[in-house]
Structures are given as C-alpha cells and as structure tokens.
C-alpha cells in the first residue's frame, strides 16, 4: 500500500514562491507516475500537474503552466512542485496522487489510486 504525505504548504503574498513536497512509502516510487491536484471551497478537485514515473514526462494546467514546476527525485521516493508567481487563486488544499498503472500521469483524478491527505496553501494580496 503506497502512502503519500505532503509538506510544504502555508501562507504566501501575491507573487512569492513555495515548494511542496510529497514522501512516498511502502511502494517502489521509481514505478508510479504522480500528480499534484487542487481544490478550493465549493470546487471540485482539479489537475495541476502530473510527471511520468522516469520524469521524463511532464505537463500542466493552462491555469499554472509556466508558473509551477513538477519534479521528483527517484532516489529520495520524493515529488515535488515548485509554485512561483503566486495568485490568489492559487489558494487550496494541494495533494499530491500516484498510480503504479499509469506510465506517464494523467489530467483525471479518477486514474490515479493513491493519495495524500493535502497541505494547505494560501496567497494573499
């Protein structure tokens, strides 16, 4: 059973930057293809990024691209998303997601099987 715990998140003004961390355990993370996903009060939960299991392979929502960077370190069992240019409407619970099916992520929440319980991430003006 894979478990994810994310780290990093809190509070931040307009523009500034954060980095948010996923530990991987009790699988081989070198297998997974991984996510990142948000949600704010009253929306759904949405795609943010997602990178293929060698890291090879990334891509992003319209709403972040060229904002935030997915990375992982295979040797550490480790993702990463580093956010800068931050918004208000960057404000969310972030979690992070993996799946040892899928080879190189993917947009939908309902393709991934495991995830961590969120870290919240705030930006104010």
């Known amino acids: 059973q894979v478990q994810l715990v994310e780290s990093g998140g809190g509070s931040v003004q307009v523009g500034g930057s954060l980095r948010l961390s996923c530990a991987a355990s009790?699988?081989?993370?070198?297998?997974?293809?991984m996510g990142w996903f948000r949600q704010s009060p009253g929306k759904k939960r949405e795609f943010v990024a997602a990178?293929?299991?060698?890291?090879?392979?990334?891509f992003y929502s319209d709403d972040v691209k060229g904002r935030f960077t997915i990375s992982r370190d295979n040797d550490k069992d480790t993702l990463y998303l580093e956010m800068s240019s931050l918004k208000p409407e960057d404000t969310a619970i972030y979690y992070c997601?993996?799946?040892?099916?899928?080879?190189?992520?993917?947009?939908?929440?309902?393709?991934?099987?495991?995830w961590g319980q969120g870290t919240q991430v705030t930006v104010s003006s």
């Open positions: 997601a993996a799946d040892k099916d899928l080879k190189t992520g993917a947009r939908s929440r309902r393709e991934y099987e495991y």
């Open positions: 009790g699988g081989t993370f070198v297998t997974l293809a």
């Open positions: 990178i293929s299991w060698s890291g090879g392979t990334t």
